[in-house]
């Protein structure tokens, strides 16, 4: 009997878990091993956190899933991963041995250049802290009547839609006129990568709301109370870093090759350069030949390909080749059911964006929704 450990519950890996749980390979145990049972589609976190879905609405229940698909389920975080003796060891002091691994753990945001931010920040992922803390915030500003003052650090789209929906969800709560918001990125303009059109749209929006944008003010320092940058400083309340992808640490002594970022390099079948019986994909992965920018989107589109390579290493077959695709389709949530759409240099915008963006969201959630009493695997 062979083992193949997936380590990590991201949007990869539930796929793999689907396919696997249709078509089971023969003779295979399959373990996930997840610090968390249920699963953020990233896609959806702006909206759940602007109060447009239910915590069901945009989480996958990983345990239920791998039940359904006969895959072992093991609530714990790896640690520790040997690529030569093929060992790994969890914070719940278990240790798995395997034949094959594949590695979906995602990303967290860098603070290493942010000094006090490790201690005095909130990161965005891992996101059930993130929506933890949001929550005790929110709590905190309806229990009180004094004004308060939220920074974020990071001008990309992940950056801009959480301010958005923030501020969205704060204007619903009765306590936008009360906080101030303010969206901080060392880049000279937000959205940096995206058509002009797009920035104006969403700049537009956010001076509107009465967001401030700093660009061109990179985050120096987080104290308590205090965020300093490089034109002053700002008393705050929170601080949350959106600024970016950072691989985790335990990689380091892995054995696998690595990216100069610290992500598992992999070749075009999503395999180790260095080791292969190791996988990775999603955030955590980098491509050797096909750089491309850390999203969900991507991570979505490597879940066939990587099923059938599993598939084929269990047996001993060569693997398959994927290829990347080069344009994606970019929705940007505006915190209300608005959005603006940029595909391939064609950028619009309108509160259709925003369903059409919600269908597609939706459609990818349906995939991973176990039937609760027959326990079947999605199809």
Not at 182 to 205: C, F, K, N, Q, W
Not at 298 to 323: C, D, M, S, W
């Amino acid at each position: 009997m062979k083992r193949l450990l997936l380590l990590g519950g991201g949007h990869t890996h539930v796929e793999v878990i689907r396919r696997f749980g249709v078509d089971p390979p023969p003779g295979t145990q399959v373990i996930l091993v997840s610090p968390d049972r249920h699963t953020a589609y990233s896609g959806m976190l702006p909206g759940y956190v602007a109060g447009h879905y239910e915590f069901h609405d945009c989480h996958i229940d990983l345990a239920r899933l791998c039940q359904a698909a006969r895959v072992e389920f093991r609530r714990t975080a790896a640690t520790q991963i040997d690529a030569v003796t093929r060992r790994i060891k969890c914070d719940s002091g278990d240790t798995y041995e395997y034949d094959l691994v594949s590695i979906d753990v995602g990303s967290t945001q860098p603070t290493d250049m942010i000094s006090g931010a490790s201690e005095h920040a909130l990161r965005v992922k891992p996101v059930g802290r993130f929506i933890e803390a949001w929550d005790r915030f929110r709590a905190a500003a309806r229990a009180r009547s004094t004004p308060r003052r939220i920074v974020l650090v990071g001008g990309g789209a992940g950056g801009v839609e959480l301010t958005l929906a923030m501020h969205h969800r704060l204007a619903h709560d009765g306590l936008a006129a009360s906080t101030e918001i303010h969206l901080m990125t060392d880049a000279p303009a937000i959205l940096s990568g995206y058509p002009r059109r797009v920035r104006r749209v969403l700049e537009t929006i956010m001076h509107g709301r009465g967001i401030a944008v700093h660009p061109g003010s990179g985050v120096i320092r987080v104290e308590p109370g205090v965020l300093h940058h490089e034109h002053g400083a700002l008393p705050v309340e929170l601080v949350v870093l959106a600024n970016g992808a950072a691989a985790p640490e335990w990689l380091r002594n892995s054995g696998l090759a690595l990216d100069d970022r610290g992500f598992i390099l992999v070749n075009d079948s999503l395999q180790s350069v260095s080791c292969p019986e190791a996988f990775a994909a999603g955030d955590v992965a980098s491509m050797a030949n096909h750089a491309r920018p850390k999203s969900g989107v991507f991570a979505v589109r490597q879940g066939p390909p990587l099923t059938e390579n599993l598939r084929r290493a269990l047996a001993r077959k060569p693997l398959i080749v994927y290829r990347p695709q080069k344009s994606v389709l970019a929705l940007i949530s505006a915190g209300n059911r608005y959005a603006v759409m940029s595909w391939n240099g064609i950028s619009l915008s309108g509160s259709w964006a925003w369903r059409w963006k919600h269908r597609i969201d939706c459609r990818f959630m349906a995939r991973y929704r176990v039937d609760s009493k027959r326990g079947e695997p999605p199809a």
